[in-house]
């Protein structure tokens, strides 16, 4: 049989079940478009390229499974790398696929070339460039099989136009395995298996002081499910990153928050105190350690990722387990119940009163202030969408970058694994807006609430034209102070209030901007019942834009700044 580039491409997508592709499209990426026209691959059309990434981790985040996204070369590629660097530094699974000058045109400095292939190769699990049309038979099925196994991350594939556009022969279609969300490709070797599980139960029965530090590697129904296996037969406190919030619910009494610069105290004083630490899924971030020799100092680690290059980088292991966090915990959960291991209560307690003195919707908030309060808006969501006629599981969250973040992080009420989408480790600034849109894509029967800033929101506003053109369940709530919240924090604590680029000097109207683009705007400092609007049963296909008034003084607390132990954070 023959094909095209293209046609190859686009069958080959269309074999590994993308119902939704989002991009721009571009003089060197033409041939592929004129094919997936004719495919039954839908395209969204974003309005900048790096969106079109951000609506592929949406999906890719709110699912597990990997998402597609396009650009053209030059510009469209270059536009595209700060949503792949970001996949890459958060284990995402995505595909970019990017147009490229004609091959004889490639070192020429050609119209709109660039080595896309060159600079993509430090932010990417893997890049490859086209040669042959018969090339991608096999390259495209190697980066669906590199982008979801072991630890999940973006794969780029640049095509050349008249790659594209070419020929081949061949006699089938390569066959399609079934994608393996969690295939372990590195992995402690069978014969050393069992014995660490059993050193594990063993250091769990002698810990007085354990504590579970979970991170993005849990975010899965699957490790969430093992987990809790183990969690009903060994209570222990439980604390996250940033990145594992939701493997278990806020609302169970063994989750404690979340660890490192804006943490709960509880949960740092937790890991501080904590005589053993079984770490899974995580990268001790510097985010969440702090003082690296101050984190857990006394404690014994046990360290569960499946990413080999991660164990002992930052803190040493006193026993590593190269796995993915589904397969272990059921495991040890199973040993546990055996060998009827039970831990100390009264540490849990202790932990729990700790939380219940220093956890509440005022930490941060100038005293008299009579404009909203952002946390006590944000911890109600749930139950002001519930009052609107959702149900209580029909909303996934995502935040752009900033003191909202954080606000959220801490205080929204994470249920389930996959229903908080947030940059992590890139902590990119435009991610919330094209995320949520990628998360109501994938999720149709969900409504998707974007927690954004006033500087956050204008990094990607272009795609509210995407927004209203898709008519997708998306409410963005905007909360706005006229700076840049986290900087201007920073400066305060840190630079003796020398308030240096971090205050606007004429703020647009955002209600008024939004209602340009077609979206029901609301005024949530006018309207006390703002949140019917926002997520009214009965229109759930309708977006909705929401602006909260708050205070440029308002703080996200705790605090650690650079140099400081996390327990040694600014509370008050």
């Not at 831990?343 to 919707?361: A, F, M, T, Y």
């Not at 909360?479 to 986290?486: D, K």
Request: proline content about 5%.
């Amino acid at each position: 049989m023959k094909h095209t580039g293209a046609q190859i491409i686009v069958k080959l997508l269309e074999m590994y079940g993308i119902e939704t592709v989002a991009g721009i499209p571009g003089g060197s990426i033409l041939p592929l478009y004129d094919e997936l026209n004719r495919s039954s691959i839908r395209h969204v059309l974003v309005r900048h390229e790096q969106a079109a990434g951000f609506i592929a981790q949406g999906m890719a985040r709110s699912t597990g499974k990997p998402a597609v996204c396009l650009a053209t070369s030059g510009p469209g590629a270059m536009n595209l790398l700060t949503a792949i660097a970001d996949a890459r530094a958060d284990s995402i699974p995505i595909i970019a696929i990017t147009g490229q000058v004609n091959t004889s045109l490639i070192g020429t400095d050609a119209f709109q070339e660039a080595d896309t292939f060159g600079l993509s190769f430090p932010i990417t699990k893997h890049s490859i460039l086209i040669k042959t049309p018969y090339e991608l038979l096999e390259a495209i099925p190697k980066a669906f099989e590199i982008a979801t196994s072991g630890r999940p991350g973006p794969v780029l594939i640049d095509v050349p136009r008249d790659v594209q556009l070419k020929e081949c022969d061949f006699d089938t279609w390569p066959d399609i395995k079934k994608i393996r969300l969690h295939d372990i490709r590195f992995h402690t070797p069978i014969d050393e298996y069992s014995e660490k599980m059993g050193k594990i139960t063993e250091a769990l029965a002698k810990a007085k002081r354990p504590v579970l530090y979970c991170g993005g590697g849990c975010d899965s129904e699957e490790a969430a499910s093992g987990i809790k296996a183990f969690l009903q037969n060994y209570r222990l406190p439980v604390v996250t990153s940033l990145m594992g919030l939701g493997c278990v619910p806020e609302s169970s009494e063994l989750f404690i928050g979340m660890v490192g610069m804006h943490g709960s105290h509880a949960a740092n004083v937790a890991m501080h105190d904590s005589d053993l630490v079984i770490a899974a899924g995580v990268r001790f971030d510097d985010r969440a350690t702090g003082l690296v020799n101050q984190f857990c100092p006394d404690a014994k680690i046990i360290h569960i990722d499946i990413d080999a290059a991660e164990v002992d980088k930052i803190i040493e292991s006193n026993i590593s387990v190269v796995a993915d966090v589904e397969s272990v915990f059921p495991v040890i959960a199973q040993l546990v119940s055996e060998k009827k291991i039970s831990s100390d209560e009264g540490w849990l307690k202790k932990i729990n009163k700790i939380k219940k003195e220093c956890h509440s919707v005022e930490c941060g908030r100038p005293k008299g202030e009579k404009l909203a309060n952002p946390r006590d808006i944000i911890s109600k969501i749930p139950q002001l969408a519930a009052t609107a006629g959702l149900a209580p599981d029909g909303l996934i969250a995502t935040t752009d970058v900033g003191q909202h973040q954080m606000w959220a992080a801490q205080y929204y009420p994470v249920e389930r694994p996959r229903s908080f989408l947030t940059s992590g480790s890139l902590g990119t600034m435009g991610f919330g807006l094209p995320t949520a849109i990628g998360a109501a894509i994938a999720n149709p029967d969900k409504r998707i609430v974007c927690f954004s800033g006033d500087g956050s929101i204008m990094m990607n506003v272009q795609e509210m034209a995407t927004l209203a053109e898709l008519n997708l369940p998306v409410t963005i709530i905007v909360f706005e102070n006229g700076t840049l919240g986290m900087v201007y924090q920073q400066q305060k604590f840190l630079f003796d209030k020398n308030y240096s680029a971090s205050v606007f000097g004429r703020s647009p109207d955002l209600l008024a901007i939004a209602r340009g683009f077609g979206i029901e705007a609301v005024d949530a400092d006018s309207d006390a019942e703002w949140y019917m609007k926002a997520f009214d049963a009965n229109r759930q296909n309708k977006p909705c834009f929401v602006r909260v008034t708050v205070d440029s003084e308002e703080n996200v607390l705790p605090f650690v700044p650079g140099g400081k132990a996390n327990i040694d954070s600014i509370r008050d």
